[in-house]
């Protein structure tokens, strides 16, 4: 039978509460007593449980998640597994912290190195300013970017990020090169700061359209659970309807799809729909996306979030993905041609 926690205080004659802030909150406890849980812990073959290595390392065998979307969505949820894959094989556990507003974001930073309940942070797809960095580097976190805009300018100890310009190119010129001129781009109206990545992605689809004389028509999607026939009331109160719609992500993409067969409009027939992420369904309705993986992704983030704690240095601090135009049939040459 192995040891439990409550054995090593036992035969420590302290608490439970102290063997857990030995490992924990090792500033709480003189070194007197840790030395002898230690001791103890050794005594009793503790030393291959996940306490025992937290214990000795004086880590909380914890990394903290920020993510500024909802968990539930395809990304969100995709990271989770990839960092899951790899961290709880390592024996850390992965501690959520969903970041709705600046203020929430501002309050994380400043309470994690008085708190010191993380070894790492990991922060998925907001950026995190120049202040935040310098409160986490003082306290000696690591911090690991996963679809953070310009990751080692403020700071990050290392990232990985899908190449969202390059993407954003390839969409506008595939719609272009369709004969489209008349497009509608669909985007979140989120606080960028806290949706880093998908501003990058929007200004790069943008520009590209600019060089050749379009200026797309931009429609935002509010949050809530019809925001998407509310973005179909915004398109058709429109002059006339945009041949091509491109959109920030699938999430957008393939309700829309739907909620435009069911108006009337054919697609690709009438309008071409082109999505962002190659998620679920997308392959089932035929999108036309740019895919991205942010399972593998994520598995690189927590490696190299496991070499950054261990003290050792990844061999590529800083990885950009490249990104993969998937042409389906939900795209189709402009009819007005």
């Given amino acids: 039978m192995s040891t439990s926690i409550q054995d090593v205080a036992k035969?420590?004659?302290?608490?439970?509460?102290?063997?857990?802030?030995?490992?924990?909150?090792?500033?709480?406890?003189?070194?007197?007593?840790?030395?002898?849980v230690l001791r103890i812990a050794d005594e009793l073959n503790f030393s291959t449980s996940r306490s025992a290595a937290a214990l000795k390392t004086g880590r909380s065998m914890r990394v903290a998640l920020l993510m500024s979307d909802h968990i539930r969505l395809w990304f969100s949820a995709s990271v989770i597994e990839g960092l899951n894959q790899?961290?709880?094989?390592?024996?850390?556990?992965?501690?959520?912290f969903q970041i709705s507003s600046i203020e929430?974001?501002?309050?994380?930073?400043?309470?994690?190195?008085?708190?010191?309940?993380?070894?790492a942070v990991i922060v998925a797809s907001f950026d995190a300013d120049e202040a935040e960095i310098a409160q986490l580097s003082s306290a000696g976190v690591p911090i690991v970017g996963i679809n953070s805009v310009m990751p080692r300018e403020l700071g990050f100890t290392a990232a990985i990020n899908i190449d969202d310009?390059?993407?954003?190119?390839?969409?506008a010129r595939h719609l272009i090169s369709l004969g489209h001129r008349d497009i509608a781009y669909v985007r979140t109206n989120r606080d960028v700061s806290l949706h880093f990545s998908v501003q990058q992605r929007f200004d790069a689809f943008m520009e590209c359209c600019a060089h050749s004389g379009i200026s797309p028509t931009v429609i935002e999607a509010p949050e809530g659970p019809d925001r998407i026939r509310r973005v179909l009331t915004k398109l058709m109160s429109l002059e006339h309807?945009?041949?091509?719609?491109?959109?920030?992500?699938?999430?957008?993409?393939?309700?829309?799809?739907?909620?435009l067969e069911r108006s009337g409009f054919d697609v690709p027939g009438d309008i071409s729909v082109i999505g962002y992420d190659n998620s679920f369904y997308a392959d089932d309705i035929g999108l036309t996306t740019i895919a991205q993986d942010p399972i593998a992704m994520a598995r690189k983030a927590a490696k190299m979030t496991i070499e950054l704690i261990d003290g050792e240095r990844p061999d590529h601090l800083f990885d950009v993905v490249p990104a993969e135009l998937i042409v389906r049939s939900s795209t189709a040459k402009c009819p007005t041609e």
């Fill in 241 to 259: 309807m945009p041949t091509a719609i491109a959109c920030q992500e699938d999430g957008i993409a393939v309700p829309l799809i739907f909620q």
């Fill in 11 to 36: 035969a420590a004659h302290v608490s439970i509460s102290t063997v857990s802030r030995s490992f924990t909150r090792p500033e709480l406890v003189s070194e007197a007593t840790r030395e002898k």
């Fill in 86 to 96: 790899v961290l709880h094989a390592e024996g850390y556990d992965i501690s959520i």
């Fill in 165 to 171: 310009e390059q993407g954003s190119i390839l969409a």
């Fill in 104 to 119: 929430e974001r501002h309050e994380f930073f400043e309470m994690l190195p008085v708190r010191r309940n993380a070894d």
